[in-house]
C-alpha cells in the first residue's frame, strides 16, 4: 500500500516562507508525477504544483509562479514545496499526489495545514 506522509507546514506571517516535504513508501511503481494540491475552506481542491519525474520538469499555478518552487529527491522518493511570499491567500490544507507512470493510479497524503496570517 502508497504511503504519502507530509510535513513542514505550520502558522506564517504574510511575506515569510515555509518547506513542505512528501515521503512516499510502499511504492511498487514507476512514478510518473509527484504533485502538491492544496483545499481553503469552502472551496475545491486546486492543483499547485507537479514534478514530472522522468526528466524533472516542472509547472505551477499561476498565482504561485516566482514564489513557489518544487522539487524532488529521487533516491528518497521525496517531493518538497518551497514557498516564499507567502499571502493569506495561500491558507489552505496542502495535500501530497503521486500518479504511477502508465496506468492512472494515484495516491494522496493526509494532508498538512499551512496558515498564512496577515
Known amino acids: 500500500q502508497v504511503q504519502l506522509a507530509e510535513s513542514g507546514g505550520g502558522l506564517v506571517q504574510a511575506g515569510g516562507s515555509l518547506r513542505l516535504s512528501c515521503a512516499a513508501s510502499?511504492?511498487?511503481?514507476?512514478?510518473?508525477?509527484m504533485a502538491w494540491y492544496r483545499q481553503a475552506p469552502g472551496k475545491e481542491r486546486e492543483f499547485v504544483a507537479v514534478?514530472?519525474?522522468?526528466?524533472?520538469?516542472?509547472d505551477y499555478r499561476e498565482s504561485v509562479k516566482g514564489r513557489f518552487t518544487i522539487s524532488r529527491d529521487n533516491a528518497k522518493n521525496t517531493v518538497a514545496l518551497q514557498m516564499s511570499s507567502l499571502e493569506p491567500e495561500d491558507t489552505a490544507i496542502y495535500y501530497c499526489?503521486?500518479?504511477?507512470?502508465?496506468?492512472?493510479?494515484?495516491?494522496w497524503g493526509q494532508g498538512t495545514q499551512v496558515t498564512v496570517s496577515s
Open positions: 499526489n503521486i500518479r504511477a507512470a502508465g496506468s492512472r493510479s494515484e495516491y
Open positions: 510502499g511504492r511498487t511503481f514507476s512514478t510518473y508525477s
Open positions: 514534478i514530472i519525474w522522468a526528466d524533472g520538469s516542472t
